[in-house]
């Protein structure tokens, strides 16, 4: 019997929110084991219920602006007029320790990923292993009933996700692979047959 390893893959996923991502990416690392969420930073305040260093690393301005200065972010944007970033530790680590990781950040910091793995020769050995996929709503307006009714964020704050998401939507083209989410169990199907299959892809990249 042939016993084929794999290489760790970096899966970037973006969708402007109510889109279903959350959903869809809970669903596939609940349903695989070998995949870990990249903890974000961010210098928005908690959510109910959301815990420091699982959901987020929650940091203030400055200590934000530290890590800006000392070149720790793998990416950082402003989303929503809070600030998010990815530091290189957090997905050199998981990698590192046989992980697949998945990202979910928005469509700056995807852009500023794959312009990184181009041409930052320290990120090269990542650039096979990279995945990115887009998942986008319906519609617009699918969008805004979505936003209203799982009653998360108040009207000002949907408001605001609104006006960002018809610029997101503009970037689908910019992934490797884009599901529409009309259908949940089907978007699902779609996203593990993509999980499959890149994992066949990436077994060539192992030593
Ligand atoms: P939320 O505040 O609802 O958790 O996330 C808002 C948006 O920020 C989502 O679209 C999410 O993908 C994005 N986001 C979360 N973490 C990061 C990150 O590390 N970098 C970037 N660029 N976006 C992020």
Same mark, same amino acid.
């Given at each position: 019997m042939i016993t084929v390893k794999r290489h760790p893959m970096l899966w970037v996923v973006s969708a402007p929110s109510g889109a279903g991502k959350t959903t869809l990416c809970?669903?596939?690392?609940?349903?695989?084991?070998? !995949?870990?969420? #990249?903890? #974000?930073?961010? =210098?928005? &305040?908690p959510r109910a219920g959301e815990i420091d260093g699982k959901s987020y +690393? +929650?940091? #203030?301005?400055?200590a934000f602006d530290a890590r800006v200065a000392t070149g720790e972010f793998l990416e950082h944007a402003v989303v929503h007029g809070n600030r998010y970033g990815t530091l290189v530790r957090t997905v050199r680590d998981a990698m590192a320790a046989g992980r697949d990781v998945l990202m979910d950040i928005d469509? *700056?910091?995807a852009a500023q990923i794959r312009a990184a793995l181009a041409f930052d020769t320290a990120l090269a050995d990542l650039r096979a292993a990279y995945v990115d996929i887009f998942i986008a709503p319906p519609s617009l307006r699918d /969008? *805004?009933?979505r936003l209203w009714g799982r009653g998360q964020d108040d009207e000002a704050v949907i408001e605001k996700r609104l006006a960002?998401? &018809?610029?997101?939507?503009? @970037?689908?083209?910019?992934? *490797?692979y884009v599901i529409v989410n009309d *259908? /949940?169990?089907? #978007?699902?199907? =779609? /996203? @593990?047959? !993509?999980?499959?299959?890149?994992c066949r892809r990436t077994q060539r990249l192992a030593d």
């Open positions: 809970d669903r596939l690392v609940a349903d695989e084991d070998t !995949i870990t969420y #990249s903890v #974000s930073c961010t =210098t928005r &305040a +690393f +929650f940091l #203030s301005e400055s469509v *700056q910091g /969008l *805004q009933l960002g998401a &018809a610029d997101e939507l503009g @970037h689908w083209r910019d992934y *490797q *259908q /949940l169990e089907t #978007s699902y199907r =779609t /996203l @593990h047959a !993509i999980w499959t299959a890149e």
